[in-house]
């Protein structure tokens, strides 16, 4: 059976660990799903304000408060959004993978999915000059054979599964990758996101109920010694009254002194060094079905 991931010691007298982190999706997000989307001209300046006008109100924020944070960032975000991409490397924030166009990995080969690996880190080094050595998969949809395409491209860390409240080394043939846990309920997405004919209910959730429950659940995690993981886009998230909520969040966060606030590849780095035993994540045999 697979052994639940253990409580991580954090650096100095830090209790718990967070990050808040960004994806970058803009119009990819459509794209993937369908081409034809490009055709929405509404639709895509939907997309469109998160590099154009979320992306800078949030670096904006993260300047207020000094700290550094990850943004995931499809292939195709950095080929349409250059200057944007390097606005944020420019800041001192760490650029992660994202796949290309945001693609769904559910179900591809490990061909197809080494192809969107690399198209991705090309397009990602093409414009910032630095190798990404974080990922997280689009949809965050892992394969089975994810771990080892990623490690055999020498990524660091992996922040896609949620099995855990705080980061682990996962096991990969006679490897390893640092996983950073994520969850659902920290992901503006289910909160914000309403696109006709696409994705959501319809119901947009108030800003101020949202932040509460990304509060609570700090709290939470924080009693535990855990890894806070926030996932936000810029699309959503950068319109100013959420924004305006996630600063609330930020600076409360950042005013306990026992929080140890930093990007994912930091703490990638720090679980590395704790030379932590590998931790299997395995699969369900369909003979036990």
């Known amino acids: 059976m697979t052994v639940p991931a253990a409580p991580v010691p954090w650096p100095g007298a830090a209790r718990c660990a967070a990050s808040f982190s960004f994806d970058v999706d803009a119009e990819s997000a459509m ?19 998160g590099p154009l006008v979320g992306v800078p109100r949030i670096l904006k924020i993260l300047a207020r408060h000094e700290i ?3 943004f995931f960032v499809p292939g195709y975000t950095a080929v349409r959004y250059p200057d944007v991409v390097r606005s944020i490397v420019d800041e001192g924030h760490e650029i992660a993978h994202h796949g ?7 179900g591809l080969s490990a061909e197809e999915e080494a192809a969107i690996l690399d198209r991705g880190t090309d397009a990602l080094e093409k414009v910032t000059g630095i190798r990404p050595v974080g990922y997280r998969a689009p949809m965050w949809e892992l394969n089975w054979h994810s771990p080892q395409l990623l490690s055999d491209r020498g990524f ?32 503006d997405w289910e909160q914000y996101c309403f696109i006709p004919d696409f994705s959501g209910t319809g119901l947009i959730e108030s800003p101020a109920k949202v932040g509460e429950m990304w509060r609570l659940e700090f709290d939470a995690m924080r009693a535990e010694g855990a890894c806070y993981v926030l996932t936000n886009h810029p699309f959503l998230t950068g319109r100013p009254s959420r924004a305006a909520a996630l600063e609330s969040l930020v600076s409360y966060v950042c005013s306990l002194d026992d929080v140890w ?12 060094g704790l030379g932590l035993a590998p931790r299997s994540v395995q699969r369900p045999d369909p003979t036990d079905f």
């Open 31 to 49: 794209l993937a799903v369908d081409h034809g989307h490009a055709n929405r001209m509404s639709a895509m300046s939907h997309q469109a304000y």
């Open 68 to 70: 550094t944070s990850t």
């Open 100 to 106: 290309y166009l945001h693609e769904a990995m559910a």
């Open 156 to 187: 660091l860390y992996d922040s896609s599964l949620m099995d855990a409240d705080h980061p682990y080394e996962l096991a990969v043939g006679a490897t390893s990758l640092v996983e950073i846990p994520i969850q659902w309920a920290l992901d």
């Open 261 to 272: 606030v930093t990007h994912l590849g930091a703490i990638a780095e720090h679980v590395r």
